[in-house]
């Protein structure tokens, strides 16, 4: 990796974050609007649940674009991204928590709600999109270490690889076979997913990546429509076997399950396929183009609309049987979920331009009107450096 590769601002990496926060989006509205045992549903949510390895793998490679080849205070490091990210962790299951208060979703006493914070805030368990955070604190905490580890194993990175793949296959075994527990033991296993240990292999495939950029970029330029047509038929191998399950008997939830073993082969695929979609995209974007500008608010927007979203499907769940009934179940779906965007993407704008902005969406508050792309494109014609943002969503 060399200092320009370092400098370099990667726009395909903006593309790639919110083409997966979109799949996000995606997978909640179908997950929270269709029956559990529908074959199809659970086949669209196979193809797009691929969003948090992706976002773990994108977590790890802007950690290293950013940081290799230069110092790491790991005690800086640790308090920049603890506030920019632990503090809207905090204060959004705090707002989930209090919806759950408010709507009564609980039967139980203040004092109970009380402890149940305490309890969901340390196992990200406030609302069900908010374990994420709580697992990108845990990446922060480790990064110096596996800073460290690719520096003292530089030359010798495909085995890093391959020890980190055999632990992940072996995790995911184990977690799609579960022990029968009980008692701690039980609660500890099935709050295993809020902890780095499932998702580890894709952090460091980023880190890895990024380390060696210039060959990655070589790769994907050589391959990369191989790349692609190999994740379109991991994806259309994934459906398969949901069929074939179900068919078995298996139930679709159970057949869609995101820790199957046999996914992995798709989710390592996908993410060097929309980096390479990104890369293609970005040699061809043009500064004041349409889709520039919608891309780049999106990626300021995207952690906004993390948090948001669950809340503005929460809300709009009494109409969606009225809208299923009267667009019919895919149109229906489409249409709650383009709500469920509008909403999302107009609650961000809101929070952007509010002074607690930093506080509930990790970004600074916004002054002007002007597009975010505008702004940015203006930095670089100044020949001011302007790095990826350092998690997938600031």
């Known amino acids: 990796m060399t200092l320009d590769s370092v400098k370099r601002y990667l726009y395909q990496l903006d593309l790639f974050r919110v083409f997966t926060f979109a799949c996000v989006v995606g997978v909640h509205v179908v997950d929270r609007s269709t029956d559990p045992a529908n074959v199809a549903a659970n086949g669209v949510i196979v193809l797009l649940h691929f969003t948090r390895e992706a976002f773990f793998a994108l977590t790890g490679f802007v950690l290293v674009y950013q940081h290799a ?3 790491l205070a790991a005690g800086t490091f640790w308090r920049r991204r603890f506030l920019l990210v632990g503090i809207p962790y905090l204060l959004w299951s705090v707002i989930y928590w209090a919806y759950s208060v408010v709507t009564g979703m609980h039967a139980e006493t203040m004092r109970a709600a009380l402890w149940r914070l305490v309890f969901e805030v340390a196992t990200g ?23 460290r580890l690719l520096k003292v194993t530089v030359g010798h990175h495909r085995w890093v690889l391959a020890v980190s793949a055999v632990v992940q296959v072996g995790c995911l075994v184990w977690l799609s076979h579960p022990p029968a527990l009980s008692g701690a ?3 500890v296993w099935a709050h295993l997913y809020v902890t780095v240990l499932p998702y580890q292999f894709y952090v460091l495939l980023g880190a890895v990546a990024a380390w060696h950029i210039d060959a990655v970029d070589s790769i994907v330029d050589r391959f990369g429509a191989v790349l692609v047509g190999a994740a379109a038929l991991a994806g259309a191998g994934s459906v398969a076997v949901l069929v074939y399950q179900t068919r078995r008997g298996a139930p679709a939830w159970a057949a869609s399950e995101v820790f199957q073993p046999h996914l992995m082969v798709f989710y390592v695929l996908i993410i060097p396929a929309l980096y390479t979609i990104g890369r293609w995209w970005a040699r061809r ?17 995207s952690l906004a609309v993390f948090l948001l979203h669950p809340l503005v499907l929460q809300l709009l769940g009494p109409v969606t049987p009225r809208l299923t009934s009267a667009f019919g ?6 249409t709650l979920y383009a709500l469920v965007l509008v909403g999302s993407l107009a609650g961000a704008e809101v929070l952007r331009r509010i002074p607690g902005s930093r506080t509930l969406t990790g970004r600074p508050m916004l002054h002007t ?19 990826p943002r350092v998690t997938p969503f600031t």
């Open 185 to 187: 033991a039980g609660g």
């Open 69 to 71: 080849g230069r110092p």
């Open 369 to 387: 009107l002007s597009p975010i792309s505008v702004r940015h494109d203006a930095q670089r014609t100044l020949a001011v450096p302007v790095l």
């Open 285 to 301: 974007r043009r500064a004041d183009s349409i889709t520039a500008r919608a891309v780049a608010h999106g990626a300021d927007r």
């Open 125 to 147: 368990g406030a609302w069900y999109q908010l374990y994420f955070l709580l697992v990108s604190l845990q990446v922060y905490l480790l990064f110096p270490l596996i800073l």
């Open 329 to 334: 179940p895919v149109w229906g779906i489409v």
